[in-house]
């Protein structure tokens, strides 16, 4: 099992840049596929990006593709998600997830079995 803790949400004019923090503790870090999802208020969670346990392969939602990178640092058991060129679109609560159901990313959330709390991102025009 793993614990996941978000950090690095606030808030940010549009075309601003902010890094998400994720910290796992636990089971071996490097073991699982992570994901990040975000929810807009009134809106379902949808898939942000991901990246593989396996290879390190990523793949990102069109709307932040080229904006928005993932990353890990096995050695310090952290998930990154650096956004640049922040949109008012961006706004919303940020998960973290993972799962070693998967060895490649997956856009599915019901396909990743811990979550973190989130951290909130709102940006302003």
């Known amino acids: 099992q793993v614990q996941l803790v978000e950090s690095g949400g606030g808030y940010m004019q549009a075309g601003g840049s902010l890094r998400l923090s994720c910290a796992a503790s636990g089971r071996t870090f490097s073991s699982y596929t992570m994901g990040w999802f975000r929810q807009a208020p009134g809106k379902e969670r949808e898939f942000v990006a991901a990246l593989s346990r396996i290879g390190g392969s990523t793949s990102y939602a069109d709307a932040v593709k080229g904006r928005f990178t993932i990353s890990r640092d096995n050695a310090k058991n952290t998930l990154y998600l650096q956004m640049n060129n922040l949109k008012p679109g961006d706004t919303g609560v940020y998960y973290c997830?993972?799962?070693?159901?998967?060895?490649?990313?997956?856009?599915?959330?019901?396909?990743?079995?811990?979550w973190g709390q989130g951290t909130q991102v709102t940006v302003s025009s």
């Open positions: 997830a993972a799962t070693t159901r998967r060895s490649y990313g997956s856009s599915r959330s019901f396909e990743y079995d811990y």
